[in-house]
Structures are given as structure tokens and as C-alpha cells.
């Protein structure tokens, strides 16, 4: 997705989904999309799907989330993030995090594995713009584990009081999720779930990370 006929197909999208000015969308694009981090399902050579997935330290922030109209309930945008978090399993990234502002949509993201976080973040780009949304109470953000060996190494680091110990874990969407996360830090991949194992959802209810209140999305 990098032509420049693409990028205006993807910026035309994300207008009908979301209804930003142009001038706007075109800064978003400049300043944050990258060929590393935006993500599209093609259909007939054009985009019907995208989503973004910005780095930030200890994470990726997911935005940008659309699907055209005419291709909604199709689970296209299901297959698109579960092609996002494989990825970012692969880079090693923690978490994902991402701010739903309907119940609705919140129960669809549950669906994926993340989970409702219990206080407010604010997110705003590195020149300062706001990134989530205006109204502050909405700023609920939903998290979920991308790389389950990064997400309990970081757990480790942050309390060193904890015990490590072995976990299974199985994630339906992401396979490079699937084994065992063993005492000594090492990742076993496995082939079917172990009996005992434990769902993104539930690996984050175990080993809680709360985002910062406050997180700048760098230059990407």
C-alpha cells in the first residue's frame, strides 16, 4: 500500500468512515502512515478495509479502524487485525491498545480478545493533536496482548516481585501466540493449545497493564 494512487484510495476511505476534513487526513498520512504500519484489505484493486497500527514506547496504538459500507459484516475487518497483531507478535510488541468510543464497537473489540481498561487515556500526536476523542470521558481504552511472551516479559520488568512461572497460552487469532511461556523466559510455540491455556483476555486479566494517562505518538 504505498502508490500514490493507493494512498489516495485509503485516504477516501477513511474520509467516508470517519468524515475528517481532507486537509486533516492529509497530515495524518504524512505525519504517522507508513508502509510498516497501515494495513488494507484490496478488493478489485481497491481498498475496502484499513487500519493503522502506530508505535509508541511499550506499544501500538490502533487507529484508523474502517470498512466500507457496502463491505461491513463480512469479517473483513476481523481478518485485517488479526493480520496486524501477527505482525506485531513477530516484531515483538507488547501490547495493542485502542480507544472504542461505542458500546457496540467495544463489544466487537472484545470479541478479538481486548479488554476494557479501567481508568482514561489521552492520546495526542507529537505536534500535539488530539488522536482519540473529544470528549475526554470517552477515552476508555481497550487493550490486548500482541506478542504474549513481550507482554510477560514487560509484566516481569515492571513488578520484580512477581514469581515467573510457567503459562500456556492460545489465541485464536494470532498463532504465533500459541505455546508456552516458560519460568526461565523462553517462548515454547505449539501446534494446539495446552490443556490449561489461557486466552489474551485472560493472560491480561492476570498480568494487568494499565496504559500512562498521558501517551505522544512519535514520528513513524
Known amino acids: 500500500m504505498g502508490t500514490a494512487a493507493q494512498l489516495t484510495e485509503l485516504k ?3 474520509q467516508l468512515g470517519f468524515g475528517d476534513p481532507m486537509e486533516w487526513i492529509d497530515s495524518f498520512f504524512s505525519g504517522y502512515s507508513t508502509p510498516a504500519n497501515r494495513y488494507a484489505t484490496m478488493l478489485g484493486g481497491k481498498p475496502v478495509t484499513e487500519l493503522h497500527a502506530l508505535r509508541y514506547h511499550g506499544g501500538a496504538y490502533i487507529y484508523g479502524v474502517t470498512t466500507h ?9 476481523l481478518q485485517l487485525m488479526a493480520t496486524a497483531l501477527e505482525d506485531l507478535c513477530r516484531q515483538g510488541v507488547p501490547q495493542a491498545m485502542l480507544i472504542a468510543e ?3 464497537l467495544r463489544h466487537w473489540y472484545a470479541t478479538m480478545g481486548f479488554v476494557l481498561a479501567s481508568g482514561t487515556v489521552e492520546v495526542t500526536g507529537y505536534t500535539g493533536e488530539n488522536m482519540g476523542m473529544d470528549d475526554a470521558s470517552l477515552n476508555a481504552p481497550m487493550l490486548r496482548v500482541a506478542s504474549a511472551k513481550a507482554y510477560i516479559d514487560a509484566y516481569r520488568t515492571r513488578h520484580p516481585e512477581w514469581q515467573p512461572r510457567e503459562i500456556a497460552v492460545s489465541d485464536p487469532l494470532v498463532a504465533g501466540n500459541c505455546g508456552v511461556y516458560r519460568a526461565d523466559g523462553s517462548f515454547e510455540h505449539t501446534p494446539q493449545p495446552a490443556q490449561g491455556a489461557v486466552t489474551p483476555a485472560g493472560l491480561a486479566r492476570m498480568l494487568p497493564a494499565e496504559p500512562e494517562p498521558h501517551i505522544t505518538i512519535p514520528p513513524q
Open 69 to 77: 459500507p457496502d463491505y461491513r459484516r463480512h469479517g473483513l475487518g
Open 12 to 14: 477516501h476511505l477513511w
Open 102 to 104: 461505542r458500546p457496540g
